[in-house]
């Protein structure tokens, strides 16, 4: 039986340290990517490798289960086809710590708290947004800057990615420029005028 450590952070500038701290010395393999845990399997390069190399009766290994995913369906689906396969998955800290075999309340219960971590960021996102309509903040933003968008953006943010990293997951849905990128200044205002009315929010 191999350990295969794998190692994600959302961003760059994000620090990888003390995850391979945890998992270089059990580990005989470990893959890293930088990328949002809300992504598909496929879009995931590290973990992607991770399940190539693998073979059954290995054990993937992580610190925390959200080094998984941060969506729920997305890491319940890859647990299942590692199980399958008679891969087993070791969870070093936090909820579901352990090693596991077999789908568990634990493992899922502790999948559940990391997609509602992130879904509580969209929540506040939107109150912040509700309180500054309730003011007659509504003005100033550019056009191409929906609610929607700036819900996006403040949950990139809130993950680590800079404005120029944000840029590309946002489109516009409507009007002359449907279809591209809104521009940094665009969301840059966005994200001052939601931050603004955050502060108002108790």
Known sequence: ??????????????????QHDALDPICVKVFEEKVSGKLAVDERPGLSAAL?????????TVQEVDRLGRDTLTGLMTLADLFERNVAVKVLEGVGAG???????????ALVLASERRRDIVRKTKDGLDAARARGRVGGRRPVMTEALTIQAVALKQQGFTLRQIQPHLRITEGKNKGKNPSIGAISQALREHEGACEGVG
Not at 1 to 18: F, P
Not at 52 to 60: I, P, S, T, V
Not at 99 to 109: A, V
């Open 1 to 18: 039986m191999a350990l295969v450590g794998l190692v994600r952070v959302s961003t760059d500038k994000q620090n990888v340290d003390r």
């Open 52 to 60: 190539d190399y693998l073979r059954e009766g290995d054990m993937l």
């Open 99 to 109: 090693e596991h075999t077999e789908m568990n309340l634990l493992l899922e219960l």
